[in-house]
Protein backbone atom coordinates (compact mmCIF):
# COMPACT_ATOMS: atom_id res chain seq x y z
CA UNK A 1 0.00 0.00 0.00
CA UNK A 2 1.30 2.95 -0.88
CA UNK A 3 1.48 5.81 0.98
CA UNK A 4 -0.17 8.93 -0.59
CA UNK A 5 2.24 11.66 1.60
CA UNK A 6 5.30 9.81 -0.09
CA UNK A 7 6.46 12.60 -2.72
CA UNK A 8 5.77 15.50 -0.57
CA UNK A 9 7.39 14.00 2.58
CA UNK A 10 10.44 12.66 -0.13
CA UNK A 11 10.59 16.28 -1.85
CA UNK A 12 10.27 17.93 1.92
CA UNK A 13 13.19 16.11 2.57
CA UNK A 14 15.45 16.65 0.00
CA UNK A 15 14.82 20.32 0.86
CA UNK A 16 15.93 19.77 4.58
CA UNK A 17 18.85 18.14 3.51
CA UNK A 18 19.91 20.72 1.09
CA UNK A 19 19.25 23.53 3.49
CA UNK A 20 21.21 21.01 6.61
CA UNK A 21 18.06 20.28 8.50
CA UNK A 22 16.43 17.32 9.39
CA UNK A 23 12.82 16.80 10.25
CA UNK A 24 10.66 14.21 11.69
CA UNK A 25 10.22 12.35 8.20
CA UNK A 26 14.02 11.17 8.39
CA UNK A 27 13.63 7.82 9.54
CA UNK A 28 16.41 5.18 10.90
CA UNK A 29 17.58 2.07 8.52
CA UNK A 30 15.98 0.12 11.59
CA UNK A 31 12.82 1.75 11.31
CA UNK A 32 12.96 1.56 7.36
CA UNK A 33 13.54 -2.23 7.77
CA UNK A 34 10.44 -2.17 9.66
CA UNK A 35 8.56 -0.63 7.14
CA UNK A 36 9.44 -2.68 4.85
CA UNK A 37 7.70 -5.85 6.94
CA UNK A 38 4.32 -3.76 6.89
CA UNK A 39 3.99 -2.94 3.30
CA UNK A 40 4.37 -3.86 -0.48
CA UNK A 41 5.88 -0.61 -1.33
CA UNK A 42 7.66 1.75 0.98
CA UNK A 43 8.92 5.16 -0.04
CA UNK A 44 12.39 6.33 0.24
CA UNK A 45 12.20 9.51 2.84
CA UNK A 46 13.50 7.10 5.43
CA UNK A 47 16.11 5.39 2.95
CA UNK A 48 19.17 4.86 4.73
CA UNK A 49 18.66 6.17 7.97
CA UNK A 50 20.66 7.94 10.27
CA UNK A 51 22.26 5.32 12.58
CA UNK A 52 25.42 3.84 11.51
CA UNK A 53 25.93 0.12 12.84
CA UNK A 54 28.67 -1.74 13.25
CA UNK A 55 27.84 -5.51 12.36
CA UNK A 56 30.35 -9.22 12.55
CA UNK A 57 31.26 -9.92 9.00
CA UNK A 58 31.33 -13.79 8.65
CA UNK A 59 35.37 -13.74 8.92
CA UNK A 60 34.69 -12.47 12.05
CA UNK A 61 35.90 -8.71 11.11
CA UNK A 62 33.34 -5.70 12.02
CA UNK A 63 32.02 -3.12 9.01
CA UNK A 64 29.68 -0.65 8.74
CA UNK A 65 26.38 -1.54 6.85
CA UNK A 66 26.57 0.73 3.87
CA UNK A 67 24.63 0.93 0.52
CA UNK A 68 25.94 1.98 -2.55
CA UNK A 69 23.84 4.02 -5.94
CA UNK A 70 23.18 2.68 -9.27
CA UNK A 71 23.42 4.54 -12.08
CA UNK A 72 22.67 2.97 -15.80
CA UNK A 73 22.43 3.67 -19.52
CA UNK A 74 23.07 7.28 -19.13
CA UNK A 75 23.83 7.74 -22.99
CA UNK A 76 25.25 11.10 -22.40
CA UNK A 77 25.06 12.42 -26.28
CA UNK A 78 21.70 10.97 -27.27
CA UNK A 79 19.06 13.52 -29.37
CA UNK A 80 15.77 12.67 -30.24
CA UNK A 81 11.79 12.12 -29.75
CA UNK A 82 12.52 9.31 -26.88
CA UNK A 83 13.47 12.14 -24.53
CA UNK A 84 13.54 15.83 -25.54
CA UNK A 85 15.25 16.38 -22.44
CA UNK A 86 18.38 14.64 -22.89
CA UNK A 87 20.74 17.21 -21.90
CA UNK A 88 18.99 17.79 -18.78
CA UNK A 89 18.11 13.91 -17.66
CA UNK A 90 21.60 13.57 -16.15
CA UNK A 91 21.95 16.12 -14.19
CA UNK A 92 18.93 15.91 -12.52
CA UNK A 93 19.58 12.34 -11.47
CA UNK A 94 23.21 13.80 -10.36
CA UNK A 95 20.85 15.99 -7.85
CA UNK A 96 18.95 13.13 -6.97
CA UNK A 97 20.91 11.49 -5.67
CA UNK A 98 23.00 14.69 -3.91
CA UNK A 99 19.72 14.98 -2.57
CA UNK A 100 19.36 11.50 -0.97
CA UNK A 101 18.67 11.63 2.84
CA UNK A 102 22.33 10.44 3.22
CA UNK A 103 25.49 9.28 0.80
CA UNK A 104 25.75 6.31 -0.20
CA UNK A 105 29.47 4.68 -0.17
CA UNK A 106 30.10 4.93 -3.97
CA UNK A 107 28.07 5.41 -7.24
CA UNK A 108 28.58 2.68 -9.99
CA UNK A 109 27.08 3.35 -13.44
CA UNK A 110 26.31 0.21 -15.34
CA UNK A 111 27.40 1.40 -18.82
CA UNK A 112 26.08 3.18 -21.77
CA UNK A 113 27.47 6.23 -20.39
CA UNK A 114 27.62 8.00 -23.41
CA UNK A 115 25.55 7.23 -26.35
CA UNK A 116 27.72 5.94 -29.56
CA UNK A 117 29.00 7.88 -32.51
CA UNK A 118 31.39 7.01 -35.16
CA UNK A 119 33.31 10.33 -34.69
CA UNK A 120 36.14 9.04 -32.48
CA UNK A 121 36.81 12.89 -31.34
CA UNK A 122 33.00 13.15 -30.77
CA UNK A 123 32.99 9.98 -28.35
CA UNK A 124 35.71 11.78 -26.34
CA UNK A 125 34.10 14.77 -26.11
CA UNK A 126 31.25 12.70 -24.57
CA UNK A 127 32.63 11.19 -22.53
CA UNK A 128 34.60 14.22 -21.17
CA UNK A 129 31.43 15.87 -20.55
CA UNK A 130 29.69 12.91 -18.76
CA UNK A 131 32.81 13.31 -15.90
CA UNK A 132 32.14 16.40 -15.60
CA UNK A 133 28.78 16.41 -14.84
CA UNK A 134 29.09 12.87 -12.46
CA UNK A 135 31.77 14.96 -10.83
CA UNK A 136 28.94 16.81 -9.35
CA UNK A 137 28.13 14.05 -7.32
CA UNK A 138 29.00 15.05 -3.56
CA UNK A 139 29.69 11.21 -3.22
CA UNK A 140 33.17 10.82 -5.12
CA UNK A 141 33.42 7.14 -5.00
CA UNK A 142 32.37 6.25 -9.04
CA UNK A 143 32.99 3.11 -10.09
CA UNK A 144 32.29 3.05 -14.26
CA UNK A 145 32.05 -0.25 -16.89
CA UNK A 146 31.65 0.36 -20.89
CA UNK A 147 28.12 -0.38 -22.44
CA UNK A 148 28.11 -1.48 -26.19
CA UNK A 149 27.56 2.51 -26.88
CA UNK A 150 30.95 3.80 -25.16
CA UNK A 151 33.13 1.00 -26.32
CA UNK A 152 31.88 -1.45 -29.20
CA UNK A 153 33.35 0.73 -31.95
CA UNK A 154 36.73 0.65 -30.82
CA UNK A 155 37.07 -2.22 -28.23
CA UNK A 156 36.90 0.09 -25.51
CA UNK A 157 39.68 2.34 -26.19
CA UNK A 158 38.82 5.45 -25.80
CA UNK A 159 36.50 3.98 -22.82
CA UNK A 160 40.15 2.74 -21.20
CA UNK A 161 41.63 6.67 -21.94
CA UNK A 162 38.74 8.26 -19.94
CA UNK A 163 37.65 5.46 -17.05
CA UNK A 164 40.72 2.82 -16.66
CA UNK A 165 40.32 -0.46 -17.15
CA UNK A 166 37.07 -2.16 -18.62
CA UNK A 167 37.24 -4.99 -16.04
CA UNK A 168 38.52 -5.26 -12.45
CA UNK A 169 37.64 -6.15 -9.17
CA UNK A 170 37.36 -4.50 -5.47
CA UNK A 171 36.47 -5.35 -2.12
CA UNK A 172 34.38 -2.92 0.14
CA UNK A 173 33.26 -3.73 3.41
CA UNK A 174 33.20 -7.38 3.32
CA UNK A 175 31.68 -7.65 -0.04
CA UNK A 176 33.60 -8.59 -3.25
CA UNK A 177 32.70 -6.95 -6.28
CA UNK A 178 33.88 -7.94 -9.96
CA UNK A 179 33.04 -5.64 -12.56
CA UNK A 180 32.64 -7.50 -16.05
CA UNK A 181 33.37 -6.05 -20.03
CA UNK A 182 30.69 -8.05 -21.84
CA UNK A 183 30.28 -4.89 -24.76
CA UNK A 184 34.10 -4.42 -25.58
CA UNK A 185 33.48 -7.32 -28.20
CA UNK A 186 30.97 -5.74 -30.29
CA UNK A 187 29.47 -9.87 -31.00
CA UNK A 188 28.91 -9.38 -27.01
CA UNK A 189 31.11 -11.96 -25.48
CA UNK A 190 33.39 -11.54 -22.05
CA UNK A 191 35.93 -14.15 -23.52
CA UNK A 192 38.60 -16.92 -22.55
CA UNK A 193 41.01 -14.31 -21.39
CA UNK A 194 38.25 -12.53 -18.90
CA UNK A 195 36.60 -15.40 -17.79
CA UNK A 196 39.85 -16.94 -16.86
CA UNK A 197 40.77 -13.86 -14.89
CA UNK A 198 37.14 -13.94 -13.44
CA UNK A 199 38.25 -17.79 -11.78
CA UNK A 200 41.31 -16.86 -10.35
CA UNK A 201 39.81 -13.57 -9.37
CA UNK A 202 37.37 -15.57 -7.31
CA UNK A 203 39.52 -18.53 -6.40
CA UNK A 204 40.69 -16.76 -3.26
CA UNK A 205 37.01 -15.80 -2.20
CA UNK A 206 35.21 -18.60 0.59
CA UNK A 207 32.53 -20.18 -0.98
CA UNK A 208 29.81 -18.50 1.72
CA UNK A 209 31.34 -15.00 0.86
CA UNK A 210 29.15 -12.16 -0.24
CA UNK A 211 29.90 -11.31 -4.43
CA UNK A 212 28.20 -8.57 -6.14
CA UNK A 213 29.41 -8.92 -10.23
CA UNK A 214 28.48 -5.45 -12.02
CA UNK A 215 28.43 -5.50 -15.67
CA UNK A 216 26.21 -3.76 -18.80
CA UNK A 217 24.50 -6.72 -20.42
CA UNK A 218 22.45 -9.94 -19.06
CA UNK A 219 24.36 -12.09 -18.37
CA UNK A 220 21.35 -14.81 -19.14
CA UNK A 221 19.24 -15.10 -21.88
CA UNK A 222 16.88 -12.42 -21.25
CA UNK A 223 15.79 -12.14 -24.99
CA UNK A 224 17.75 -12.87 -27.40
CA UNK A 225 15.60 -11.89 -30.18
CA UNK A 226 15.87 -8.39 -29.24
CA UNK A 227 20.23 -8.73 -28.29
CA UNK A 228 19.44 -9.18 -24.71
CA UNK A 229 21.74 -11.42 -23.82
CA UNK A 230 25.77 -11.98 -23.74
CA UNK A 231 26.99 -14.32 -25.97
CA UNK A 232 29.11 -16.68 -23.38
CA UNK A 233 27.28 -15.13 -20.40
CA UNK A 234 26.10 -19.02 -19.75
CA UNK A 235 29.89 -19.58 -18.72
CA UNK A 236 29.99 -16.90 -16.41
CA UNK A 237 26.86 -17.60 -14.56
CA UNK A 238 28.61 -21.58 -14.51
CA UNK A 239 31.50 -20.40 -12.57
CA UNK A 240 29.50 -17.73 -10.07
CA UNK A 241 27.42 -21.11 -9.68
CA UNK A 242 30.16 -22.32 -7.22
CA UNK A 243 29.67 -19.48 -4.81
CA UNK A 244 27.00 -19.25 -2.58
CA UNK A 245 25.78 -15.70 -2.28
CA UNK A 246 26.34 -13.62 -5.46
CA UNK A 247 24.17 -11.48 -6.81
CA UNK A 248 24.60 -9.49 -10.51
CA UNK A 249 23.68 -5.75 -11.33
CA UNK A 250 23.18 -4.76 -15.08
CA UNK A 251 21.60 -1.84 -17.22
CA UNK A 252 21.45 -2.25 -21.08
CA UNK A 253 17.49 -3.19 -20.98
CA UNK A 254 16.65 -0.08 -19.59
CA UNK A 255 14.12 -0.94 -17.23
CA UNK A 256 13.86 -2.35 -13.45
CA UNK A 257 13.81 -6.54 -14.10
CA UNK A 258 14.72 -9.31 -11.66
CA UNK A 259 15.43 -12.97 -12.14
CA UNK A 260 17.40 -15.36 -10.90
CA UNK A 261 19.46 -18.26 -12.33
CA UNK A 262 19.92 -21.15 -9.74
CA UNK A 263 20.92 -19.04 -6.54
CA UNK A 264 22.29 -16.18 -8.27
CA UNK A 265 19.64 -12.76 -8.47
CA UNK A 266 20.31 -10.90 -11.65
CA UNK A 267 18.73 -7.14 -11.26
CA UNK A 268 18.81 -4.23 -14.14
CA UNK A 269 18.11 -1.00 -13.51
CA UNK A 270 16.14 1.65 -15.47
CA UNK A 271 18.10 3.99 -17.79
CA UNK A 272 18.25 7.71 -17.74
CA UNK A 273 17.43 8.35 -21.16
CA UNK A 274 14.53 6.13 -22.57
CA UNK A 275 12.75 3.22 -21.23
CA UNK A 276 12.44 0.23 -23.39
CA UNK A 277 9.56 -2.39 -23.39
CA UNK A 278 8.92 -5.22 -21.24
CA UNK A 279 11.08 -8.12 -23.44
CA UNK A 280 9.12 -9.94 -25.98
CA UNK A 281 6.00 -7.63 -25.46
CA UNK A 282 5.64 -5.88 -28.80
CA UNK A 283 7.25 -6.53 -31.85
CA UNK A 284 9.89 -4.10 -31.91
CA UNK A 285 12.43 -3.32 -29.50
CA UNK A 286 11.72 0.61 -29.88
CA UNK A 287 11.65 3.32 -27.06
CA UNK A 288 8.61 4.06 -24.76
CA UNK A 289 7.41 7.24 -26.54
CA UNK A 290 8.00 10.70 -24.30
CA UNK A 291 5.26 11.46 -22.28
CA UNK A 292 4.91 15.28 -22.32
CA UNK A 293 2.59 15.06 -19.77
CA UNK A 294 4.55 12.96 -17.63
CA UNK A 295 8.37 14.17 -18.10
CA UNK A 296 11.04 11.72 -17.07
CA UNK A 297 8.44 8.66 -16.25
CA UNK A 298 10.31 5.18 -16.56
CA UNK A 299 13.49 6.99 -15.76
CA UNK A 300 15.45 6.67 -12.78
CA UNK A 301 18.05 4.93 -10.31
CA UNK A 302 18.49 2.81 -7.92
CA UNK A 303 20.28 2.03 -4.17
CA UNK A 304 21.08 -1.53 -2.77
CA UNK A 305 21.92 -1.86 1.13
CA UNK A 306 23.19 -4.36 2.77
CA UNK A 307 21.40 -6.69 5.16
CA UNK A 308 23.65 -7.71 8.04
CA UNK A 309 24.63 -10.78 6.78
CA UNK A 310 25.36 -9.04 3.77
CA UNK A 311 23.61 -12.02 2.45
CA UNK A 312 20.60 -9.94 0.94
CA UNK A 313 20.33 -6.63 -0.52
CA UNK A 314 17.23 -4.03 -0.39
CA UNK A 315 16.73 -2.27 -3.68
CA UNK A 316 15.25 1.04 -3.60
CA UNK A 317 13.99 2.10 -7.00
CA UNK A 318 14.17 6.26 -7.10
CA UNK A 319 11.87 8.10 -10.19
CA UNK A 320 13.05 11.18 -11.86
CA UNK A 321 10.10 11.67 -13.22
CA UNK A 322 9.18 15.17 -12.60
CA UNK A 323 5.52 14.39 -11.14
CA UNK A 324 8.13 12.95 -8.09
CA UNK A 325 6.45 9.49 -8.14
CA UNK A 326 7.99 7.82 -5.14
CA UNK A 327 10.89 5.52 -4.27
CA UNK A 328 9.73 2.06 -3.57
CA UNK A 329 11.70 -0.29 -2.21
CA UNK A 330 11.84 -3.74 -1.70
CA UNK A 331 14.42 -6.87 -0.44
CA UNK A 332 15.83 -9.39 -2.00
CA UNK B 1 14.19 -30.43 -29.14
CA UNK B 2 12.24 -28.26 -30.35
CA UNK B 3 14.02 -26.46 -32.91
CA UNK B 4 12.12 -25.24 -35.44
CA UNK B 5 14.60 -25.15 -38.25
CA UNK B 6 18.03 -27.27 -38.75
CA UNK B 7 21.07 -24.67 -39.34
CA UNK B 8 24.42 -25.42 -40.73
CA UNK B 9 27.29 -23.90 -42.17
CA UNK B 10 27.42 -24.67 -45.45
CA UNK B 11 30.26 -26.79 -47.01
CA UNK B 12 32.38 -25.35 -49.84
CA UNK B 13 29.51 -26.03 -52.21
CA UNK B 14 26.16 -28.25 -52.58
CA UNK B 15 25.65 -31.17 -54.54
CA UNK B 16 24.60 -30.21 -57.86
CA UNK B 17 22.41 -32.99 -57.96
CA UNK B 18 20.19 -31.00 -55.43
CA UNK B 19 20.09 -27.01 -56.50
CA UNK B 20 18.49 -25.38 -53.29
CA UNK B 21 17.32 -21.58 -53.70
CA UNK B 22 19.41 -19.14 -52.48
CA UNK B 23 18.52 -16.07 -50.79
CA UNK B 24 21.16 -13.25 -50.81
CA UNK B 25 21.41 -10.66 -48.40
CA UNK B 26 23.23 -7.84 -47.45
CA UNK B 27 23.92 -5.94 -44.65
CA UNK B 28 24.52 -2.41 -44.50
CA UNK B 29 24.37 0.17 -41.71
CA UNK B 30 21.52 0.20 -40.71
CA UNK B 31 19.80 -2.37 -42.74
CA UNK B 32 19.38 -5.57 -43.99
CA UNK B 33 18.06 -5.90 -47.68
CA UNK B 34 15.98 -7.51 -48.31
CA UNK B 35 14.31 -7.38 -44.36
CA UNK B 36 11.69 -9.80 -45.18
CA UNK B 37 12.37 -12.97 -46.61
CA UNK B 38 9.82 -15.88 -47.47
CA UNK B 39 10.44 -19.17 -47.30
CA UNK B 40 8.15 -22.76 -46.93
CA UNK B 41 8.14 -25.28 -44.28
CA UNK B 42 10.78 -28.45 -45.50
CA UNK B 43 12.07 -26.41 -48.07
CA UNK B 44 16.05 -25.97 -47.53
CA UNK B 45 17.53 -22.35 -48.25
CA UNK B 46 20.79 -20.84 -48.51
CA UNK B 47 21.01 -17.77 -47.21
CA UNK B 48 23.79 -15.78 -48.68
CA UNK B 49 25.19 -12.68 -46.36
CA UNK B 50 27.06 -10.24 -47.77
CA UNK B 51 28.15 -6.95 -46.10
CA UNK B 52 28.00 -3.60 -47.90
CA UNK B 53 30.68 -1.74 -45.39
CA UNK B 54 31.85 -3.46 -42.18
CA UNK B 55 31.41 -5.79 -40.15
CA UNK B 56 27.84 -7.37 -39.03
CA UNK B 57 26.17 -9.89 -37.94
CA UNK B 58 22.69 -12.30 -37.86
CA UNK B 59 20.87 -14.19 -35.81
CA UNK B 60 17.38 -15.28 -35.66
CA UNK B 61 17.69 -16.63 -32.18
CA UNK B 62 14.10 -18.85 -32.56
CA UNK B 63 16.20 -20.68 -35.56
CA UNK B 64 18.73 -21.44 -33.53
CA UNK B 65 20.66 -19.22 -36.89
CA UNK B 66 23.73 -17.41 -35.52
CA UNK B 67 26.29 -15.82 -38.25
CA UNK B 68 29.06 -13.02 -38.54
CA UNK B 69 29.18 -11.45 -41.89
CA UNK B 70 32.70 -9.91 -42.49
CA UNK B 71 33.04 -7.27 -44.67
CA UNK B 72 34.21 -7.52 -47.86
CA UNK B 73 32.98 -11.78 -47.35
CA UNK B 74 30.43 -13.84 -47.75
CA UNK B 75 28.61 -16.05 -45.12
CA UNK B 76 26.54 -19.10 -46.21
CA UNK B 77 23.87 -20.31 -43.75
CA UNK B 78 21.81 -23.20 -45.18
CA UNK B 79 17.97 -23.93 -43.21
CA UNK B 80 15.26 -26.34 -43.64
CA UNK B 81 12.22 -24.77 -41.35
CA UNK B 82 9.99 -27.17 -39.93
CA UNK B 83 7.56 -24.72 -38.60
CA UNK B 84 5.51 -22.17 -40.07
CA UNK B 85 5.21 -19.05 -38.38
CA UNK B 86 7.04 -15.49 -38.39
CA UNK B 87 10.78 -15.01 -36.87
CA UNK B 88 12.81 -11.78 -36.40
CA UNK B 89 16.10 -11.40 -36.79
CA UNK B 90 18.80 -8.47 -36.52
CA UNK B 91 22.10 -7.88 -36.31
CA UNK B 92 24.34 -8.81 -33.33
CA UNK B 93 27.39 -7.29 -34.05
CA UNK B 94 27.26 -3.73 -32.67
CA UNK B 95 27.92 -1.63 -35.07
CA UNK B 96 26.89 2.33 -34.53
CA UNK B 97 23.78 4.49 -33.46
CA UNK B 98 21.33 2.62 -35.60
CA UNK B 99 22.14 -1.01 -34.22
CA UNK B 100 19.28 -1.28 -32.43
CA UNK B 101 17.20 -0.84 -35.30
CA UNK B 102 18.65 -3.46 -37.67
CA UNK B 103 16.01 -6.42 -37.99
CA UNK B 104 14.14 -8.35 -39.97
CA UNK B 105 11.43 -11.17 -40.07
CA UNK B 106 11.72 -14.59 -41.86
CA UNK B 107 8.31 -15.71 -42.62
CA UNK B 108 7.81 -19.62 -43.31
CA UNK B 109 4.51 -20.42 -44.78
CA UNK B 110 3.21 -24.29 -44.62
Given at each position: MRDPDGPRLFLAECRQRRSGHRGMTTKTRREFIQLLGVGGAVFASGLAGACSRNIRLPGGEAADDFF?????????????????????????????????????????????????TDD?????????????????????????????????????????????????SFDHKGVHFAVLDNVSDPAAAIGDAQLDWLHRDLTPIKPDAPIVVFTHRPLFDLYPQWDWATKDGARAIDLLQHWKNVTVFYGHIHQEHHFT????????????????????????????????????????????????????????????ERTAMPAAARAY | MGALLLAALLAASAPESTPERV????????DFTPAAIELKVGVPVVLELHSGDRKHGFTAPDLKVDAAIEAGGVTRVRIVPDKAGTFEFHCNVFCG????EMTGQIVVTP
Open positions: FVQLSDTHWGFKGPPNPDAANTLREAVAAVNALPHDPDFVVFTGDLTHTDAERRRRMQEFKGIVGELRVKTHRFMPGEHDASLDRGKAYEENFGATHYTGQIAHHAAKSLIFPLPPPGSQPKRAPVPWDPAHPGRGLGFRDAATDEARANWRLTEHSV | VVITAKKFSGHE
